[in-house]
């Protein structure tokens, strides 16, 4: 069973950055589709981010394209989210999945493993 931990959140003025990171317990050849999603209080899960390990190009949610960009780094196993430019709206529990690519990459329903989530708040 693939076990994924989010680290990198943190408590930021707006304009700031972070780097997430989403880091998988054991190294494996095998390629997964992984995402970033996102929950803020009161508000549904939605899918920031998301990539085909085996390459390809990454998606985005239109309200993050041009500030955040995701990655992975295969040899570390680590899948990467750069959050440039932080609103407050960005503030909100992250969370990184992975999955066998089964559809939609922002459809949150396929993805087998989630990782415990790491927080971001964004202060104005």
């Known amino acids: 069973q693939v076990t994924l931990v989010e680290s990198g959140g943190g408590s930021v003025q707006a304009g700031d950055s972070l780097r997430l990171s989403c880091a998988r317990s054991?190294?494996?050849?095998?390629?997964?589709?992984m995402g970033w999603f996102r929950q803020a209080p009161g508000k549904e899960r939605e899918g920031v981010a998301g990539l085909y390990t085996g390459g390809g190009t990454p998606h985005y949610a239109d309200f993050v394209k041009g500030r955040f960009t995701v990655s992975h780094d295969n040899s570390k196993s680590t899948l990467y989210l750069q959050m440039n430019s932080l609103k407050p709206d960005d503030t909100a529990m992250y969370y990184c999945?992975?999955?066998?690519?089964?559809?939609?990459?922002?459809?949150?329903?396929?993805?087998?493993?989630w990782g415990q989530g790491t927080q971001v708040t964004v202060s104005s």
């Open positions: 054991v190294f494996t050849t095998t390629t997964l589709c």
């Open positions: 999945a992975a999955g066998t690519c089964g559809g939609s990459w922002y459809d949150d329903s396929w993805y087998n493993y």
